[in-house]
T-cell receptor, first 113, second 116 residues
Framework: DTAVSQTPKYLVTQMGNDKSIKCEQN?????MYWYKQDSKKFLKIMFS???????INETVPNRFSPKSPDKAHLNLHINSLELGDSAVYFC????????????FGPGTRLTVT | AQSVTQLDSQVPVFEEAPVELRCNYS??????LFWYVQYPNQGLQLLLK??????LVESINGFEAEFNKSQTSFHLRKPSVHISDTAEYFC??????????????FGQGTILTVHP
């Protein structure tokens, strides 16, 4: 059973398009996250949600909008895609009561052409 | 705020040799420390963690890391590496409690390449 799953695994699209990445966790965790891993493999947190409430919102362009329909799902919608959005996006989840070790999904490789 | 510095971007080593991957951190509050491993084309997996207590922590596959508070370090070691240990390793910290809801700060990663 996959603990944290993401779809799609690969996403190739053109500049200006709008796309979504879906994430689901079956661990019963309360908190979910989105990370961006750039071409140099640097990992940076984008958002976190706790029980469907936005907790962490790093300096991410407004074109990125996370949506959490329930605490097991955290989707990432990206409007007006730009070349610089090309990266691997990872979803993760953790228990709410610490120590916050996070379980990561397999990643979605987004390529904007 | 926290920051993490992994001092080596790449570490090549021969099979069965020992290895150390270095990690230093900076924080104004107490932290939890983690090492994550990323195999090619996969997500990150937790390798080991330091929360409290014994400063030496071990993983099930032979890695160990030692928390050194005075030197603000959490270096990862393995006495004898295998080809299958080839991966990228990330050191990370998060605030120990509080309302930061697990904000992990990662280092830049160290690529460990084990040669036969």
């Amino acid at each position: 059973d996959t603990a944290v799953s993401q779809t799609p695994k690969y996403l190739v699209t053109q500049m200006g398009n709008d796309k979504s990445i879906k994430c689901e966790q079956n661990l019963g965790h309360d908190t979910m996250y989105w990370y961006k891993q750039d071409s140099k493999k640097f990992l940076k947190i984008m958002f976190s949600y706790n029980n469907k409430e936005l907790i962490i919102n790093e300096t991410v362009p407004n074109r990125f909008s996370p949506k959490s329909p329930d605490k097991a799902h955290l989707n990432l919608h990206i409007n007006s895609l730009e070349l610089g959005d090309s990266a691997v996006y990872f979803c993760a989840s953790s228990q709410d009561d610490g120590p916050y070790e996070q379980y990561f999904g397999p990643g979605t490789r987004l390529t904007v052409t | 705020a926290q920051s993490v510095t992994q001092l080596d971007s790449q570490v090549p080593v021969f099979e069965e040799a020992p290895v150390e991957l270095r990690c230093n951190y900076s924080s104004s509050v107490s932290v939890y420390l983690f090492w994550y491993v990323q195999y090619p084309n996969q997500g990150l997996q937790l390798l080991l963690k330091y929360l409290s207590g014994s400063t030496l922590v071990e993983s099930i596959n032979g890695f160990e890391a030692e928390f050194n508070k005075s030197q603000t370090s959490f270096h990862l070691r393995k006495p004898s590496v295998h080809i299958s240990d080839t991966a990228e390793y990330f050191c990370a910290v998060s605030p120990a409690g509080g309302t930061s809801y697990g904000k992990l700060t990662f280092g830049q990663g160290t690529i460990l390449t084990v040669h036969p």
